[in-house]
């Protein structure tokens, strides 16, 4: 079975973030099974200096994974390699019902774009982009040709993209 993708996109400050985490608390409510992709246009990390992983990693370990009774995650280092492709990302998660992804703007995947107007850069992303099939916006919307939220309704923007993947109900 092929992942439900559905994607957040917008400038930096845009309301992305806020809306993914409500967007996953509101289909997690509802019984499904969500995962999240997020791209970062600049080096993160998340492990600590001095934790033995770290140790690991700095030590040249190509992949180190972390195991607890809780969670477990795994860290890859490209060492100079490419960043992986977005389906490369998309086929290492685990199956689930919906796939978030927050970031990849240039993804062929439908998309909801965030619109905030304390964002430095307001410019709109869907007149340019045809995967782009809803706004969400915390500010009125003028001619818009496809359907635009309020930034703040989670329970619209999930019944829309619930629909739009074909989401089976719970």
């Not at 806020?18 to 997690?28: K, M, S």
């Not at 999240?36 to 993160?44: E, S």
């Not at 992986?84 to 086929?91: L, Q």
């Not at 496809?146 to 829309?160: G, S």
Request: glycine content about 6%; aromatic content about 6%.
């Amino acid at each position: 079975m092929t992942q439900r993708i559905f994607g957040i996109s917008g400038w930096k400050n845009s309301g992305k973030t806020g809306l993914a985490v409500r967007l996953v608390a509101e289909f997690t409510r509802r019984g499904y099974r969500i995962s999240t992709i997020k791209h970062a246009h600049h080096d993160f990390d998340i492990d600590k200096v001095g934790a033995d992983s770290f140790r690991h990693r700095e030590a040249g370990a190509h992949e180190v994974t972390i195991v607890s009774g809780t969670r477990y995650a795994i860290m890859h280092e490209l060492r100079g390699a490419p960043e992986p492709s977005f389906e490369e990302i998309v086929a290492r998660i685990a199956p689930c019902d919906l796939i978030l992804i927050e970031g990849y703007k240039r993804e062929p995947v439908p998309k909801i774009e965030a619109r905030r107007l304390q964002s430095a850069n307001r410019e709109p992303l869907a007149p340019n982009d045809p995967n782009i099939v809803a706004i969400a916006a915390d500010h009125p919307v003028e001619a818009s040709e496809i359907p635009v939220f309020d930034l703040d309704d989670t329970m619209a923007m999930a019944d829309f993209i619930a629909q739009k993947v074909g989401l089976p109900p719970k």
